[in-house]
């Protein structure tokens, strides 16, 4: 099945440092790779919607200068997160679109990122 | 405004019986619903899926019911286990792009 890799699991930074994140299609090309951040206790939230080759669609509230994604190629796609926070502190999950479907409907997601800024 | 809801955040099962977890959407032109597993600090993994053009899906010891009139659906496991102990997800939406619910973090208890 489709594999999806995120990359660092769990990364420690200072404020006002930045930090970046990336999420890699394995075995598939995925032209749409989403971005969630999950709070402690909390749902998962959808950041961004990044569509390769083009610029990332944001969802109302999340600050486009402070993540920032870039989807290069149709397999990899990379979070900064830029002038790092202890408020950004959280666990951050990509999820990668195998068009070819299946019963998850391609929705495949990595293993997540836990960011500490300090 | 919340579009998933799933309004118990917590559930305990003794082993060997059944867990229903239960989702609500307000959107009625929602018509891809998925339900995911996720155990801390990890990545959700995908459970199970249904669209609506059925109302009944199976999968081993997972069934998912989906009621398009009351726009609610619900995950049975039958027979629960202590390995299923972990926050379960249900999400719904327009195929390209799905809404989360909260989240019911489930137990089951040996």
Known sequence: GAVVSQHPSWVICKSGTSVKIECRSLDFQATTMFWYRQFPKQSLMLMATSNEGSKATYEQGVEKDKFLINHASLTLSTLTVTSA???DSSFYICSARDWRTGANYGYTFGSGTRLTVV | DQQVKQNSP???VQEGRISILNCDYTNSM???FLWYKKYPAEGP???ISISSIKDKNEDGRFTVFLNKSAKHLSLHIVPSQPG????YFCAAGPYDKVIFGPGTSLSVIP
């Open chain 2, 10 to 12: 917590s559930l305990s």
């Open chain 2, 45 to 47: 993994t995908f459970l």
């Open chain 2, 30 to 32: 929602f018509d891809y």
């Open chain 2, 84 to 87: 299923d102990s972990a926050v």
């Open chain 1, 85 to 87: 926070h202890p408020e």
